[in-house]
């Protein structure tokens, strides 16, 4: 399955109340640490985590606090990590791991 960006403002902001329901997301903030930690559980392969970790730091640089729109920061950053991912060559991230 193709991982699509979000164009519309519609589908930037069901990235930021997904973003909020999992505890990714606050208000216009992008809760940094949360995803780090989260991180380990999505890339197990110890050799992808260091890029995903570098990933997470560089979006939440680039895009947290440009824009005043909640919906649109979550879709900045979504849409950033997406285009790392394949930069970086990382796995796509397992979103729900097994227990």
Not at 39 to 59: F, G, S
Not at 64 to 82: E, H, I, Y
């Amino acid at each position: 399955k193709k991982w699509e960006p979000a164009t519309t403002y519609n589908e930037k902001c069901f990235k930021k109340c997904t973003s909020e329901q999992m505890g990714y997301m606050t208000g216009n903030t992008v809760n940094k640490q949360t995803l780090l930690e989260a991180n380990p559980h999505q890339w197990p392969d110890t050799q992808e985590l260091p890029l995903a970790n570098e990933m997470i730091n560089e979006c939440y640089d680039e895009t947290v606090g440009k824009q005043t729109d909640p919906c649109l920061t979550a879709g900045d950053f979504c849409d950033c990590m997406r285009k790392k991912i394949t930069e970086k060559k990382l796995s796509f991230p397992q979103m729900y791991p097994e227990a």
